[in-house]
């Protein structure tokens, strides 16, 4: 069962509070490739609460395509919001959110993140029980947005049992 014809996440959105220091940051720091943008998008009616639970006087001033390595693409906004935007959400905040980059090399990963400004929370913690194998550290983006680094190149100690696997970035076709 499930929802018929899944094959995957296509994009995942999320807005910023500017979109060229965003752009700078996933193109320039993380390496991201720029695909395409639209915008501005406004409405006279009631559309922007039907179709997005926003403001209906809410503009979503532009939207950027990216494409990252294997995986999802990103689809990030800038709006003006009619009624003022909420502070960024913490992970233990209902909403809360990561965005998470498989990377080979963690250490070289995170040594880069230092050299760029970039805020690393903590070191790199070794994971246990089912995800014994993996590494990972939290970052932030320069507006503050949490994104994480995971790196297991000899794959997680779930595996062993077998059953299904994790998709994984570095083999993307399997």
Not at 12 to 28: K, N, R, S
Not at 147 to 170: F, N
Request: with cysteine; aromatic share 14%.
């Amino acid at each position: 069962m499930g929802l018929p014809g899944l094959k995957g996440t296509e994009h995942i959105g999320f807005t910023v509070p500017d979109l060229d220091e965003a752009h700078a940051f996933f193109v320039d720091v993380i390496g991201c490739q720029y695909v395409y943008s639209l915008g501005p998008f406004r409405a006279d009616d009631d559309w922007m609460s039907e179709h997005l639970a926003v403001d209906p006087r809410s503009v979503m001033r532009e939207l950027r395509f990216y494409r990252c390595g294997f995986g999802p693409n990103f689809e990030i906004f800038e709006w003006d919001a009619a009624d003022g935007q909420h502070p960024q959400p913490r992970n233990s905040d209902i909403g809360g959110h990561h965005l998470a980059f498989y990377v080979d090399d963690l250490d070289s990963a995170v040594a880069y993140l230092h050299e760029r400004g970039l805020r690393v929370l903590g070191e790199p913690t070794a994971s246990r029980n089912a995800s014994e194998g993996q590494r990972w550290v939290y970052f932030l983006t320069p507006w503050g947005m949490q994104l994480e680094l995971v790196s297991y190149p000899d794959g997680k100690a779930y595996q062993r049992a077998g059953g299904p696997a994790l998709w994984h970035p570095a083999r993307p076709a399997e």
